[in-house]
């Protein structure tokens, strides 16, 4: 059974020194979708133009439909209060239902991550007053969650004040003052109290994730001692309830800034892990030190809770070689506004008329008649429905590295026992140049003037290194690729040419099988059929020169 398999969904979740067992002790790898735009929409991900994550000055007043407060207000102002006030259950229950959830395991994935509003569940009012219909809303679907095995993560996205600074925490401006305000920090500390009363005995629930992306920006590090303290406090608070579920703690800078770990937060029951987000990072193992240092300090386990949707495949298996989990953001979004369809692997059309609505929101002209406004958000409210979203499938074989897809060559096994080469002078992206193997840039393809950093949120996605770089392997060097979950035959396909006369040997350390071939020199890339694969549940395909010397651009399984 892979570690990952939906089949190992079974008592609570937690954790074993760097590793996560279920109720049965058996190891498990977190592997699913983060819910957004469910309960915490964000515009830009909705319809809305894409506008700034933050700002040079923290204060400065959002813009309409940015993020779920600016998005309430906007269907008030256009739609009426009545009407507004109605929309927002029919969203949360349309935009996740039973369905998503069915698919999500159906899929094969173990997990899902639920991003919690706080708002939607304690008004931003004196009191302390439980909204029960979405806490009815949570329910129904751990339920569903217990039906189709997925681990849910309960995700405090947002918070009284906002923790991030940035408008996914749906503040009042991009600013943080969640932690200068002792009423917020403390209305926080009460919703998870609660969470911990009414859910202490679900084991569905795999992990309570504390605060989304704290301190997001390096602006407000001098915070970072109160980030600590409220950590150990809410901690401390929720133990004294429920001692059942793991908890996952993110660091600063949306979850890469690693410097509070510096003890133990869970002293008395250590079930927690290090939850790191994993954006515009190259998806290679030298880029993971940061967080493989505190893990391996403190003995937990490091947890991907959101991850970049650029070349999940090589992610994956980097992920899964040293033992990290991971949760892809996100399930659901909005095509483009010009219909242009995004990575996300469930999209929903775009009202037909729905530039009227960015149009008077952002562009100065007429509002649409009330009538026609609510006609417009009535046809989102249908087309978020699952049964009528776009399926983007091939990512579900990508990201699980399954018979019907196609791997760029550079994307070989991060294991160094799964390769060999003799190569010492890198390459034009500076992608794992200490693996000594050798990746030359297609013919074609613009080189950078430099390599690329990839520190930056954009450059390796528009780069697209992996798939612009030909493998190059000479005599006795070899790569190693793998594919899971083979339940019928499945034949490999390599697309390769030889520069000389060469001798190739490929095989599968899985079943004892091989092939060789012979190829003479030649010039252009051609496709060869080699293996046959029998069902497996993991199969190890090495690609070995005995002789001579062989480009290769990617290999299939199909």
Known sequence: MNIYSNERVSGFLHTDGRKMRNGNGDEILLCGWGAGNWNNPEGFLCGDQPGDWSVSEPYK???????ARTMESSIRLLCGSKYAAEFWPK?????????DIRAMAAYGYNSVRLPLNARAFLAEEPEINWNEDNFQMLTNILDWCETYRLYAIIDMHTTPGGQSGIKCDDGLEFFPRFFLEEESMERTSLLWEEIATRYKDRWIIGAYDLLNEP????????????????????????RAIDQKHMLTIEGAQAATNNQIFDHNFDPQWNNWCIHIHYYGFSPERRSLFRFLEPSIRLNVPIWMGEGPYQHNAVLMEVAYNLGIGFNLWSWKTATLPNGTLRRDPVQYNLPKHWQKIIDCLHNGTPRPTYKECQAIFDEM???IKFEHCILLSEQHTYILRRPGRTLPAAAYDSDPASFYGTWDCGNVFDYRTEDRIKLILKEGCAAPLRPM???????????????????ELHANEYVTYSIYDVQKNCPVYLSLRATTASSVQISDDDT??????????????REIE???LPPNEHHHIQIKVLSGCIQVEHITFR
Not at 91 to 99: I, K, M, S, V
Request: proline share 6%; net charge negative; with cysteine.
């Open 215 to 238: 301190l997001a920006s390096a602006d407000t590090l001098h915070l970072l001692p109160q980030l600590s303290a409220f950590y150990d406090h809410l901690i401390a608070r929720i």
């Open 512 to 525: 004892d099988t091989g092939y060789m071939f012979q190829l003479a020199g030649h010039d252009t890339f």
């Open 530 to 532: 080699t293996l046959c």
């Open 91 to 99: 969203w949360y229950r349309n935009h996740l239902g039973e369905a």
């Open 381 to 383: 409210l249908e087309n």
């Open 61 to 67: 007043v959002p813009e309409r439909f940015d993020r």
């Open 453 to 471: 950093p990839f520190d930056s949120m954009t450059s390796f996605p528009i780069a697209k290194p992996l798939e612009n770089l030909i493998l």
